[in-house]
C-alpha cells in the first residue's frame, strides 16, 4: 500500500490478500531463502497525503515477523523511503518516521530495503541500511539535487524489476521495458 492507494478498493479486488490484525495490507512471503516482508505505508488520516507512516502496530507486526523469521535472507518492502535521498522535492514525501523503520531493520540485520514512489532508480545506504529504491512502469522525476521542483518525464521507457532468490542471498534486476 503506498500513497495512491485504497485498502477497501483493495480488498475488493484482491479478496484473498493477507492482512495483519489491525487491518494493514501486511504480509510474508517467502521465496526459496529468501522471506519477503511486504508493509503498508500509506499514510491517509485524516486527509489524503502523499508521505508515508508506519504506525506502532505496522512497526510492532514487522519487528514480531523479523523475530520469527528463519530465512537465510530478510527483504523488506515498503512504497516510501525512510531518508532523505538529497531531492529536496521528492524528500518532503518520504516515509515520516523513517528512523524507527531503519532503527528496526538495523537492529534485526535485515539484507535489503526495497522502496519505490520516487520514481527514479537510487540505491543508498541508509544509517547503515542497504535501500534500493526502484525505477517506475509510469513516468520518470528528473535529477534536481539544487531545488525542490518534482519534474516528471514521461518519454522514458517504462521499468520493472526482477528479484532473484540466489545462494549468495537477494539480487535485484531492473529491466527497461522498450516502448512503442
Ligand atoms: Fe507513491
Redesign the pocket.
Known amino acids: 500500500m503506498?500513497?495512491?492507494d485504497n485498502r477497501a478498493a483493495f480488498a475488493s479486488v484482491f479478496p484473498d490478500a493477507a492482512q495483519d490484525a489491525h487491518g494493514f495490507v501486511q504480509s510474508v512471503v517467502t521465496l526459496g531463502g529468501t522471506a519477503l516482508f511486504c508493509l503498508d505505508s500509506l499514510d491517509r488520516e485524516p486527509d489524503p497525503k502523499h508521505s508515508g507512516v508506519l504506525c506502532a502496530d505496522r512497526l510492532g507486526w514487522l519487528d514480531a515477523q523479523l523475530a520469527a523469521c528463519a530465512a537465510s535472507h530478510r527483504v523488506v518492502v515498503a512504497?516510501h523511503p525512510p531518508a532523505a535521498v538529497g531531492m529536496a522535492g521528492p524528500d518532503r514525501l518520504r516515509l515520516r518516521n523513517g528512523d524507527a523503520l531503519l532503527d528496526l531493520l538495523r537492529a534485526h540485520g535485515v539484507d535489503l530495503l526495497i522502496c519505490?514512489?520516487l520514481h527514479r532508480p537510487i540505491l543508498a545506504t541508509l544509517k547503515g541500511q542497504s535501500t534500493a529504491i526502484l525505477g517506475s512502469t509510469a513516468f520518470d522525476v528528473a535529477l534536481a539535487t539544487n531545488s525542490d521542483a518534482i519534474t516528471p518525464i514521461f518519454d522514458v521507457p517504462p521499468l520493472y524489476h526482477v528479484l532473484l532468490d540466489t545462494d549468495a542471498g537477494p539480487v535485484l534486476h531492473c529491466e527497461q521495458v522498450p516502448m512503442a
Do not use: A, D, F, L
Request: glycine share 34%; aromatic share 0%; net charge neutral.
Open positions: 503506498g500513497n495512491c512504497h519505490g514512489h
